[in-house]
């Protein structure tokens, strides 16, 4: 894996949906290898970046246990053109767009289904409370706490045991601070706040800079945006793009479809309509009169007026929900399959355990088939699962997330020599990047407890099916359960002399302390 590739992995986990170019990608052979059938090949033209042989089609999509040495030596043939590992925001995307482009591709995938997987949360343990911790956007804390979809990981930030002790969500138990990923289809898309917000255009031409690629350069990558995007909530400019001008620049077809959740209840509520319009008084006195952009952006975060000129300011919250339901990957991916069954096949419960090389080449992947089979998972299975291996004729395209890839990687034999050693595993790249230098946002909490029971839109939900607020969603997609829980968003600068704003506040009426085991059970008891 060279520099791009890792800034390429970097940026994967750091953007919250899919661009198409966002996953760790072992080159494999383009020109040999055979791609079974249950596929069929068509002339669909190929995706940019992608280039496409004439491989010739076996028989039988077929996955074999692991084979004896004597099968060893006669390489079966490939099971798909591309094997990609993982359905998260990278690998659910990349899988979907090598489909759409005629490509015959495999996704492994180690969880199950989101909305058909049966599991509690920490508000009704015992209760199945899926496929509702998916799709109600108000339940996101829940979906990370969804015992049938979590993954729970512990990380240290510090390697001073004082030093990070002293941070008041670390478990003594775990040694480290919680860190909740979802395995399921469509990866943390599954459990997200669903918030999107565009990135800086600063970041991309840093990043163009940094590889000399220019194709990473801001208004390039604008264009993917758009290409992703089915932007419902700014419908004046809907209408004006298709007068042929599109300032916003907004996506209005894409996969992704993106909405506002303004919550018409926020507005009939007096107490927390005083509070808007306070906090905007308050935020417009201290950062001047709006400009043109900010004006024009309507408090869009993802207009490309504001994004184009780094401004700060009061912003609404785009949620990726479709008819303010929770969309993601999974549904993007069931959606393609659907159109191309002979080209995109899922498998889940499939647990990659190692690249499989032929020479330098990337030609697959071994993996473990069975339900719940990694041990981060909450309810782990007792057993490991039948070990299985599936061949590609083209790539193999890691994106497991940010702490699973790497973890694949060096599973695989890349990675840093001296770790590879300790644990055992043959040494293929020495590569001593793989498995560093994560980097997060660190959730910073300011928690305010208002002089009344409680906030009127939350006074009666206690965020399960049985309560009036969930109705409202059910029945007619209004009411506080379409929101994330975000009212008011600002964006700013840290210091007056950044370059960039750096800094997103949200203001939520939860009391969101970060990210702690157990803390989603919290939400129906302090609702003011
Ligand atoms: C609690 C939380 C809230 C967030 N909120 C937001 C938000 O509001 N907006 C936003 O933009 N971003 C948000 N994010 C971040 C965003 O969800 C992630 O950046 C994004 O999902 C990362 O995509 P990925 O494809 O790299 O990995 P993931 O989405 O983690 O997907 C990785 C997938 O790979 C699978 N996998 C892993 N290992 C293997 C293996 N060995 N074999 C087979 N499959 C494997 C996993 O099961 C998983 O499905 C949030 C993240 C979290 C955890």
């Known amino acids: 894996m060279n520099r791009r590739d890792l800034l390429k992995a970097a940026l994967a986990a750091l953007a919250g949906s899919g661009f198409g170019r966002r996953s760790v990608r072992l080159k494999a052979d383009t020109t040999s290898g055979t791609v079974a059938s249950g596929f069929s090949r068509t002339n669909t033209p190929v995706a940019s ?3 496409r042989t004439n491989t010739p089609v076996a028989s039988g999509f077929s996955r ?3 084979p004896t040495p004597q099968q060893q030596s006669a390489p079966r043939p490939a099971d798909a053109e591309y094997i990609v590992v993982g359905s998260g925001a990278g690998g659910g995307t990349v899988a979907a767009r090598l489909a759409e482009a005629g490509y015959t591709v495999l996704l492994l995938e180690a969880g199950g289904d989101s909305r058909t997987l049966s599991g509690g949360n920490p508000i009704h ?12 956007p108000a339940f996101h804390p829940l979906a990370t706490e969804n015992d049938a979809m979590k993954w729970d990981y512990y990380v240290r930030h510090y390697a001073d045991a004082a030093r990070q002790t002293r941070d008041p969500k ?7 601070v919680w860190y909740p990923r979802a395995g399921t289809l469509g990866g943390c898309t599954a459990h997200n706040a669903m918030i999107l917000v565009y990135p800086h255009n600063t970041d991309w031409d840093e990043l163009a800079d940094l590889t000399g690629d220019p194709s990473w350069r801001a208004d390039h990558m604008r264009t993917y945006f758009e290409r992703l995007e089915n932007c419902e909530h700014r419908r004046f400019e809907r209408l004006r793009s298709r007068l042929g001008w599109n300032p916003s620049r907004h996506g209005w077809s894409g996969w992704l479809t993106v909405e506002k959740a303004l919550p018409e209840e926020a507005i009939r509520d007096r107490d927390l309509r005083a509070l808007l319009f306070e906090s905007a008084r308050e935020t417009l006195k201290e950062i001047g009169r709006p ?4 004006l024009e952006s309507q408090a869009d975060p993802n207009d490309w007026r504001v994004v184009r000129d780094g401004e700060i300011g009061i912003r609404y919250t785009p949620l990726t929900t479709k ?34 090389f032929e020479g330098a080449r990337a030609a697959g992947v071994e993996y473990r088939k069975g339900e719940r089979l990694y041990r981060a998972h909450a309810q782990p299975s007792a057993g490991d699962g039948e070990v299985r291996q599936v061949r590609a004729s083209r790539e193999v395209i890691l994106a497991g ?3 699973n890839t790497p973890q694949l990687l060096m599973l695989s034999g890349i990675g840093p020599q001296d770790v590879l050693t300790r644990h055992g595993i043959a040494v293929r790249v020495p590569l001593a990047g793989v498995g560093k230098n994560l980097q997060d946002r660190y959730e910073v909490a300011v928690v305010n407890r208002m002089n009344f029971d409680a906030w009127d839109v939350l006074r009666d939900a206690t965020f399960s099916r049985d309560d009036p607020r969930y109705r409202e969603w059910a029945n007619g997609r209004k009411g506080v359960y379409t929101t994330n829980g975000a009212v008011l968003s600002v964006i700013a600068r840290s210091m007056i002399d950044r370059p960039v704003p750096d800094l997103y506040c ?21 609702k003011n």
């Open 401 to 403: 997330g940010a702490f």
């Open 323 to 356: 008819n303010h339901q929770r969309v993601g990957t999974r549904e993007r991916l069931l959606d393609v399959r659907d159109r191309h069954p002979d080209r995109l096949k899922i498998e889940m419960n499939a647990r990659a355990t190692r690249v499989i």
């Open 506 to 526: 949200y203001a939520l009426l939860a009391d969101f302390r970060g990210y702690k085991p157990g803390y989603s059970k919290v939400l129906p008891d302090h």
């Open 49 to 51: 970046g992608f280039s």
């Open 125 to 136: 343990p015992a209760d199945n409370t899926l496929p509702d911790d998916y799709d109600v």
């Open 170 to 176: 670390y478990l003594k138990q775990h040694d480290g």
């Open 291 to 294: 400009t043109g952009a900010r």
């Open 64 to 66: 074999t246990t692991a």
